[in-house]
């Protein structure tokens, strides 16, 4: 063998073992950034064994719409998988940001964080996949995981819902018209309820903002009463959503072929000498009617509860 091909043959193996000790030394940079590769750019729908609950309610609307793709390209992409997310009642949801999609991960983040954005969007939700916390982690290859912490526990739920059938039982007229039932649990709710004026400066030990203080304790604030008449909603086939402003919240549901608003916490005025009043002002009224009765109150974001226009 001539001296030329000795020179060539050490040099490879030179080469090769530069290579393998690269390699060896960074294994775990090289594996990362593989791995971002082909995660970012070749790596398909994310596949998740995802289960829904009992309480998701599969709607679309206008603002928001349920995502069947876990690949983020826009905006609406990214309100949209947020919706999925809090509509199936999944603990853990994972997405994937378009390559194209520059500022996707910068865009969820401001979302989640955003308490008013993620409300306005949870509104749309039955009220036991609403959350009392959502949070996000993020990787460099784009996959963002959201997480979230239920508003209603287990041991609530059963027992709201324990409620909630014997009232409809008790209460529920077949030979009666759709409004005229809402009417009764509407007067139900208001009867058997008194507004807990304490919640208002936060010296509450009750959970009057949700439909456990209002149906299982009898006091409830502006989201209890809502939550509470949902659930009749929801148990009378009723679509529907929560509807609010940036002080109140109250029931939008759609019966007859129109949307119509019900607030029953302004049916149930506060008295100056504690005695129980029941109206029906707010009962199942056009967004022009609601206005005209109390417009700052109520308030709301036209872009957003579409439907009321």
Same mark, same amino acid.
């Given at each position: 063998?001539?001296?030329?091909?000795?020179?060539?043959?050490?040099?490879?193996?030179?080469?090769?073992?530069?290579?393998?000790?690269?390699?060896?030394?960074?294994?775990?940079?090289?594996?990362?950034?593989?791995?971002?590769?082909?995660?970012?750019?070749?790596?398909?729908?994310?596949?998740?064994?995802?289960?829904?609950?009992?309480?998701?309610?599969?709607?679309?609307?206008?603002?928001?719409?349920?995502?069947?793709?876990?690949?983020?390209?826009?905006?609406?992409?990214?309100?949209?998988?947020?919706?999925?997310?809090?509509?199936?009642?999944?603990?853990?949801?994972?997405?994937?940001?378009?390559?194209?999609?520059?500022?996707?991960?910068?865009?969820?983040?401001?979302?989640?964080?955003?308490?008013?954005?993620?409300?306005?969007?949870?509104?749309?939700?039955?009220?036991?996949?609403?959350?009392?916390?959502?949070?996000?982690?993020?990787?460099?290859?784009?996959?963002?995981?959201?997480?979230?912490?239920?508003?209603?526990?287990?041991?609530?739920?059963?027992?709201?819902?324990?409620?909630?059938?014997?009232?409809?039982?008790?209460?529920?007229? @077949? =030979?009666? #018209?759709?409004? &005229?039932?809402?009417?009764?649990?509407?007067? %139900? /709710?208001?009867?058997?309820?008194?507004?807990?004026?304490?919640?208002?400066?936060?010296?509450?030990?009750?959970?009057?903002?949700?439909?456990?203080?209002?149906?299982?304790?009898?006091?409830?604030?502006?989201?209890?009463?809502?939550?509470?008449?949902?659930?009749?909603?929801?148990?009378?086939?009723?679509?529907?959503?929560?509807?609010?402003?940036?002080?109140?919240?109250?029931?939008?549901?759609?019966?007859?072929?129109?949307?119509?608003?019900?607030?029953?916490?302004?049916?149930?005025?506060?008295?100056?000498?504690?005695?129980?009043?029941?109206?029906?002002?707010?009962?199942?009224?056009?967004?022009?009617?609601? @206005? =005209?009765? #109390?417009?700052? &109150?109520?308030?709301?974001?036209?872009?957003? %509860? /579409?439907?009321?226009?």
């Amino acid at each position: 063998m001539n001296l030329k091909k000795l020179i060539k043959i050490a040099v490879t193996v030179v080469v090769i073992v530069i290579l393998g000790y690269l390699i060896y030394d960074n294994f775990y940079l090289i594996a990362n950034k593989l791995e971002y590769v082909y995660t970012k750019y070749l790596q398909p729908d994310i596949k998740q064994n995802l289960t829904d609950n009992e309480y998701r309610k599969n709607e679309n609307y206008e603002y928001v719409k349920i995502n069947t793709d876990t690949t983020i390209k826009s905006k609406e992409d990214a309100k949209n998988a947020i919706y999925t997310f809090l509509d199936a009642g999944w603990g853990e949801y994972m997405v994937k940001c378009d390559p194209d999609y520059l500022t996707c991960t910068d865009d969820m983040k401001e979302m989640v964080e955003n308490n008013t954005y993620l409300t306005d969007i949870s509104n749309f939700v039955h009220p036991y996949n609403t959350f009392d916390r959502v949070n996000t982690t993020f990787t460099s290859a784009g996959k963002v995981t959201l997480k979230k912490k239920a508003r209603y526990t287990d041991e609530q739920i059963k027992k709201i819902n324990e409620t909630v059938d014997k009232i409809y039982e008790e209460n529920y007229d @077949e =030979n009666k #018209s759709l409004t &005229e039932n809402i009417k009764t649990f509407h007067d %139900y /709710i208001i009867n058997n309820t008194k507004y807990d004026t304490d919640n208002v400066t936060g010296n509450t030990d009750i959970n009057s903002s949700s439909a456990y203080g209002v149906l299982i304790e009898g006091v409830g604030i502006c989201s209890g009463y809502t939550d509470a008449m949902q659930l009749f909603l929801e148990k009378m086939g009723v679509k529907n959503y929560r509807i609010s402003s940036d002080t109140h919240v109250w029931n939008l549901a759609y019966v007859d072929g129109k949307w119509l608003h019900l607030d029953l916490t302004w049916d149930d005025p506060i008295t100056y000498d504690g005695t129980q009043s029941l109206s029906h002002d707010y009962f199942l009224i056009p967004t022009t009617t609601l @206005e =005209n009765l #109390s417009k700052n &109150e109520h308030e709301f974001d036209k872009n957003i %509860y /579409i439907e009321a226009k």
